[in-house]
Structures are given as structure tokens and as C-alpha cells.
Nanobody
């Protein structure tokens, strides 16, 4: 079974920093795109940042200059370093990954989400 699991959420004061991790596991052949999305209460899920297998990144305008996405292909892990956090960044953050399995299947997987709360 292939899955992705996030970690690293929590409570942080405004202006603080936090790093999220998302690890994929199972019968993975390769991983193309990986990314982070978030959903605040009463709002739609929105893209935060993505990174492809070559390391090309894409960010939502509201996180440019504050968040950095990176990945470790050897560990099948993607990270989101968040700094200068604002109360508006409070949301459940979800990891997304496009995975080719060793059995030839293509999967798009979502993690269970990790809550980030920015509050004093």
C-alpha cells in the first residue's frame, strides 16, 4: 500500500516559523509532482506550493517570500518551511503526491492533513 503522511503542524505565534514534512511510503517506483495545499475553516482547499521531480517550484502569491518547498528524492519526502507566519495562515495543510508504483499504477495521493494554528 502506498501512502503519504504529513507531520510538523502545531501552534506557533505570529511571525514564527514551522516546518512541515510529508513522507511517501510503499511500493513506489517514482514520484513526479509533490505539493502542499491548505484549507481554512469555511474556505475551499487552495494550493500553497508545488515542486516537480526536477526541483522546479511554484508558489501561491500569498506565500511568496515566506514559504519554501523542497524535496528529498532519496527519502520520498517533501518539506514546507514556513516563516513570518500570519494568523491567516491558520489551516489544515495537506500533502499531495503523484506516484508511479512498482506495479505500473499511477496514483494521486493526499495525506490526512496537519493542523497549523498561528495565534498568540
Amino acid at each position: 500500500q502506498v501512502q503519504v503522511v504529513e507531520s510538523g503542524g502545531g501552534l506557533v505565534p505570529p511571525g514564527g516559523s514551522l516546518r512541515l514534512s510529508c513522507a511517501a511510503s510503499g511500493n513506489i517506483g517514482s514520484i513526479s509532482g509533490m505539493g502542499w495545499y491548505r484549507q481554512a475553516p469555511g474556505k475551499w482547499r487552495e494550493l500553497v506550493a508545488t515542486i516537480n521531480s526536477a526541483g522546479r517550484t511554484n508558489y501561491a502569491d500569498f506565500v511568496k517570500g515566506r514559504f519554501t518547498i523542497s524535496r528529498d528524492n532519496a527519502k520520498n519526502t517533501v518539506y514546507l518551511q514556513m516563516s513570518s507566519l500570519k494568523p491567516d495562515d491558520t489551516a489544515v495543510y495537506y500533502c499531495n503526491a503523484q506516484i508511479w508504483t512498482t506495479t505500473g499504477r499511477t496514483l494521486e495521493l493526499w495525506g490526512q492533513g496537519t493542523l497549523v494554528t498561528v495565534s498568540s
